[in-house]
């Protein structure tokens, strides 16, 4: 209730609050996966619930919540964001994240530690070359060093590429 924010291109904001305040109903009002029942959204300058799919695409989440199947494996994985993702894919930035956080290619999402499928999500984000990143609950159960890559990997998206990251926990 009362919200007013704003994530400003090449700024980190952090929305923080008590778990059932509506953090992560305000992200997905953001990213138009839930419908407001009072107030005003924009995103990108529009209503989110009117974003297109090409501008629903400069958007990207990354939250504790993994959709993937366990038995897949990390390499189908980035295959399949490859696909999705289609033309703002970009595979250099994909295999430079992946090596310098040590992703397994060839072993399965469920075999993976919670710190190293939160990496994976950030690769996947973060190849699609969002032009805002949503962060919802990103390091939840992640040790210290896990949160030590996640921040670092922040940090460098806002400071060389300018994007606006809203971290919400």
Do not use: Y
């Amino acid at each position: 209730r009362g919200v007013d924010l704003e994530v400003p291109r090449g700024c980190v904001t952090a929305l923080l609050g008590r778990n059932g305040g509506g953090k992560s109903t305000l992200v997905k009002i953001i990213t138009g996966l839930a419908a407001r029942d009072a107030g005003e959204a924009r995103v990108l300058g529009r209503d989110p619930e009117a974003l297109g799919p090409a501008e629903r695409e400069r958007i990207a989440l990354v939250s504790d919540a993994s959709g993937a199947w366990t038995g897949t494996r990390v390499s189908d994985e980035l295959a399949l964001f490859r696909r999705l993702r289609g033309a703002r894919w970009d595979e250099a930035r994909a295999r430079e994240l992946v090596e310098r956080f040590e992703l397994p290619l060839h072993k399965r999402l469920g075999a993976l530690s919670r710190g190293m499928q939160a990496r994976l999500r950030l690769v996947t984000a973060l190849a699609a070359d969002p032009e805002l990143l949503l962060l919802d609950e990103p390091a939840l159960g992640l040790d210290l060093f896990a949160r030590h890559d996640l921040l670092d990997a922040i940090i460098e998206t806002v400071e060389k590429e300018g994007r606006g990251v809203l971290v919400v926990s």
